[in-house]
Every structure is written in structure tokens, then in C-alpha cells.
């Protein structure tokens, strides 16, 4: 820690007001954490970087997706067969797209997905990782590469030129039309696949090194060259070789499932010294998610504690055996998950995310919607009833007085001197 955030209104205010721009992906008491790694004359400069930052949510990627391969599609007449190909190994980012991509309305209304009974070969669209087994592969005019994010571009283009590549395949199958789609490519990464593969069609939204003099939206603040001498100076500190991201690209991006290491380091480098604002390693994502559940079980374990049962809020009292015993209807692991699932469908977050943050599978999700269908927290759209809603707002009274488990000096600093849940958006 370079400095001690001060609290007052004022840059209360500031953090404030940075939230909506990171889509309130982070609590104010981690964007404090991270300004603390700084020196506190760069706190107002750092505060300029996080005001121009691209955080994309999942909802977010994939109406960027259905815009980007919507634009593609309407190049391509009905009835024409296009292969999809996730180009990126197995596990890494290219292959996450595949999920929502398939789930977008454009791709689904142009492979009647929604018409039952349409068999695989009658459809247009082919989503594969596999382009050696495609049958029938000369039935195909369109190969569609895809990609969360494109930075250097020197990725894709050893992929496509490579022995035994997938040029190649293309070539020697005559498929003619060739399109990349990513959801953000770096103008370099773009002039690069352009200059040695001109006739690749690319759909993206392209966006300029974060410092580039004539091109970067900093300038509009003014002082984009000490942002730069800041990112610098923290960059070689925390990430000696690149302290300007991959290939010096000066991204200034994350996904609601990773950050680009082409990102800006001071954003996602962890050490002993340093606290991330978006982690790029799924094991700091994984200690985050591990905290968030152990925190709804913090939860029931208070309600415990009172002798409350979870959902009933009363201490249920039964005669057994001439002994007057408590009987706890809902508080098993299946009501911890409940529990886990209103928190976070009131936050917004999709059932993908939800997936990951518990550590469930789809038909385990699918179990505990039913239960809160069953105790009238959902309705039978999967949205929070009046009844849940105001469930959560209870759950937090009972427990509240006994809720000291997290209490920290920052959090304690806050509460005594200021709360503007306004500008905190209700997380201070």
C-alpha cells in the first residue's frame, strides 16, 4: 500500500461515481484498495483511467455478439451454410464465447433453434471446434472465426498460417468468404491480420491504445501523459517486461470471465504489493467466489445462532419424546443455495455467472430455482417476487445486529464517518 485513502465527501464521491462506469462489477471497498497501491498525488489520475474503462458484463458481451455476428449474417442469404469456429484452445477465452454466442437471438432465429424437429443437417449455422471432421465440408461458403477480444493479433494469424492450418482446409474446401468476429479488437491487432490476410473480413469494435496522443478518449481530461507516466512507473514495478500490457498494446478492458493480459498490468497484476481491481488468474477469481459463498454462510450460521429458521423467521417449537425441541425446516444446503441465488439475481447477474460463482451445475441451478419457485421468492419467469425481495430486506435486519464477522477499518471508517448510499448505489 503506496498510501492511506483518505475519507471524506469528496473522493467518497469520486468512487462513487466511478461504479456505474465499471457496472458496479466491484465494491467501492476494493476500487479503495486498489487506489491505494498508488502514491496519494496519483490518486485523482488513477481516478481519470478507471473513468474511460471498458468492463463488460455478460448480459453486455452478448448483445454485443448478437449486434457483431447480426452484421455478419446479413451479408449471407438464407439457406447459405456457415461454419463457426472458436479458433482459441479448448478452455481459453474463444471457446468461453461459444456459450452465449449460441444463445444470442440472431443465431438462433437464423438456425431455427426455436423450430422443433429441424435436424442438425437442415440447419445453416454449424458451431464447431473441430474443423477436421466437419462432414460434408464443400456444403459450407462461410467461415466465421470468433474471439472475445483481439489484441496484437499475431494470436490468430499463427493459427491461420500454420502447417496442416486451417487456411488450408479452407482453401482446398473453396470456401471463398472468410470473417473474423471478436468484440473488441486493438487497432494494431486489426492493421496487423489486414496487412498479411487482406481478404479476412473483420467485425468488431476496434479500439486505440489507451495513450495514443491524438486517439486516446484520456485527452479529454488533459493529463493524459501522467496517466501514462503513472501506468508506467506502477507497470515495471508490478510486471517488469510489459508494463503496457501484451505487446505493449495498452488495452483498457475486462470481461465479466477474464482479463486480457493486453490490459493495462497496475489493472490485473496481483502481488504482495499490489491489489488487483480486476484479477486476470482464475485462482484469485475462484478465492473470490470462495468468500462470496462463505459469506451466505455466514448468513444462515447467524440465524442459527438466534434460533431463527431461515425462511420462516420464527423459532419453530415441537413436543418430541416429552421435551420441547426446535424443529429447523429450512436450513440445509439446499436453502443455503437459495439463499446464495436471490443475493445475486438481485444484483443482476446471469445464470452463467451464477454457475460459477456456486460452483453448480445447470440441472443443480435448475433444482434450486424450483425450490424458490416453490417458497414464492421466484415467480415462474425466474424474477424475484415482491415476497423475496422483501425476504432479503429481513434476513439482513435479524442478522445485522450480530453481523461483525467483516467489520474492518475501512468498512468501520465509512460507516462512522459518512454513508451516501446514493452515490454507493446502496454497497457502502
Known amino acids: 500500500m503506496a498510501h492511506q485513502f483518505t475519507f471524506n465527501e469528496q473522493t467518497i464521491i469520486k468512487v462513487g461515481n466511478l461504479l456505474p462506469r465499471l457496472k458496479y462489477a466491484v465494491e467501492p471497498i476494493k476500487v479503495i484498495k486498489w487506489l491505494e497501491n498508488f502514491d496519494e498525488d496519483e490518486v485523482d489520475s488513477a481516478i481519470d483511467l478507471l473513468r474511460v474503462y471498458e468492463y463488460i458484463p455478460f448480459n453486455e458481451f452478448m448483445f454485443r455478439l448478437n449486434d457483431l455476428l447480426g452484421q455478419i449474417l446479413k451479408k449471407i442469404p438464407r ?85 496442416n492450418s486451417i487456411q ?43 495513450f495514443d496522443k491524438t486517439l486516446s478518449p484520456l485527452n479529454i481530461f488533459g ?37 486480457p493480459n493486453n490490459t493495462l498490468p497496475i489493472i490485473w497484476s496481483e502481488n504482495k504489493k499490489w491489489n488487483p481491481l480486476f484479477p486476470r488468474f482464475a485462482g484469485i477469481r475462484m478465492d473470490e467466489a470462495r468468500e462470496f459463498k462463505q459469506e451466505i454462510a455466514f448468513y444462515i450460521g447467524i440465524c442459527n445462532k438466534l434460533k431463527i429458521d431461515l425462511f420462516t423467521g420464527k423459532s419453530i417449537i415441537k413436543k418430541h419424546q416429552d421435551k420441547l425441541v426446535r424443529e429447523i425446516k429450512h436450513n440445509n444446503k439446499l436453502d443455503h443455495s437459495v439463499i446464495a441465488l436471490l443475493f445475486l439475481k438481485k444484483q443482476g447477474y446471469d445464470n452463467i455467472i451464477i454457475n460459477h460463482l456456486l460452483g453448480l451445475t ?67
Not at 123 to 134: G, Q, V
Not at 177 to 202: A, C, H, P, W
Open 362 to 428: 445447470r440441472s443443480e441451478l435448475y433444482n434450486i430455482y424450483i425450490e424458490a419457485i416453490k417458497l414464492d421468492f421466484l415467480n415462474n419467469q425466474y424474477e424475484i417476487t415482491a415476497y423475496g425481495t422483501e425476504f432479503l430486506k429481513e434476513l439482513k435486519k435479524r442478522t445485522k445486529p450480530e453481523n461483525f464477522k467483516k467489520e474492518t477499518k475501512h468498512s468501520l471508517r465509512v460507516k462512522n464517518e459518512f454513508y451516501i448510499p446514493v452515490q454507493f448505489n446502496g454497497m457502502t
Open 79 to 163: 439457406g447459405e451454410k456457415i461454419i463457426i469456429f472458436p479458433y482459441g484452445k479448448v478452455g481459453k477465452s474463444g471457446t468461453l464465447v461459444t456459450y452465449p454466442l449460441r444463445n444470442t437471438k440472431v443465431f438462433r432465429d437464423r438456425n431455427k433453434d426455436k423450430i422443433k424437429g429441424v435436424k442438425e443437417e437442415d440447419k445453416d449455422i454449424l458451431l464447431t471446434h473441430d474443423f477436421d471432421n466437419i462432414k460434408n465440408p464443400k456444403n459450407y461458403k462461410h467461415f466465421i472465426f470468433i474471439d472475445d477480444f483481439i489484441g496484437s493479433g499475431k494470436s490468430f494469424c499463427k493459427v491461420y498460417s500454420k502447417s
Open 168 to 210: 488450408q482446409w479452407i482453401k482446398d474446401n473453396d470456401i471463398d468468404n472468410v470473417y473474423l468476429l471478436s468484440t473488441i479488437i486493438m487497432s494494431e491487432g486489426e492493421k496487423y491480420i489486414k496487412d498479411r490476410f487482406s481478404n479476412i473480413q473483420i467485425e468488431s469494435e476496434v479500439r486505440n491504445k489507451i
Open 223 to 259: 493529463n493524459t501523459v501522467d496517466i501514462e507516466n503513472i501506468a508506467v512507473k506502477h507497470g515495471k514495478r508490478i510486471n517488469r517486461r510489459e508494463p503496457a500490457g501484451f505487446g505493449s498494446s495498452q488495452s483498457l478492458v475486462s470481461y465479466f470471465h477474464s482479463t
